[in-house]
C-alpha cells in the first residue's frame, strides 16, 4: 500500500513540475469587449476611446474586503502607472451610485470610478468574484486577467519586449 501511494505521489508531483513551466503564448490575445459606462460624475466612458493606450480595468464591489486591500494597493501605484502611460478604472459591480460614493468617503480612489449598475459589462467579461483585473494592451487585447494584480509582472505584460 506505501508503495503505491508513493507511486502516485510522484506521478502527482512530476506532473505538476512538467505543467508548472508553461510555453510562450503564441496565440494572439483575445480583444477586449467594448462598453460604454457612466462614472461617478455622470460623465461616459468607453473603452474604445483608450484604444491606443493600455488600459486596466478592475472591477470591485463596497462589500469585498480584499477589493478594500487592492484599492489601497492601487491608489499607491497609481501615479507610477499615470507616469507609464496606463489608464487606470474601477469598474463597480451591481451596486448604487449613492453606495459607491458613501463607500469611497471612507476608502478614497484617487483613479475613475465607473458603475456597472445592471452588472452587464461583469457579465461580458465572465466575472465570477471580485476583486478582478483585466490588463488590455495599446492594441485592445486581454493580456491578464485574474483575481490578483500581478504588481512584479505587469509592465511586461502590457509592454512586451520584441524579440529580433
Known sequence: MKKVFLIVLSLVLAQNFL???QPLRTETPELATNFTLLDLENKEFTLSDFKSKPVILFFW??????????????????????????????????ESADKVQRFIGTYPLSYRVLLDTDAKVAQAYGILGVPAYFLIN?????????????????KDLIFPTKLF
Open 19 to 21: 505543467f508548472a513551466a
Open 138 to 154: 495599446k492594441e485592445g487585447r486581454i493580456v491578464f486577467n485574474n483575481h490578483y494584480f500581478p504588481q512584479k509582472e505587469y
Open 61 to 94: 464591489t463596497t462589500w469585498c474586503p480584499h477589493c478594500q486591500v487592492a484599492i489601497k494597493n492601487l491608489n499607491s501605484m497609481h501615479k507610477e502607472l499615470l507616469q507609464n502611460g496606463v489608464e487606470l478604472v474601477a469598474i463597480n459591480v451591481d
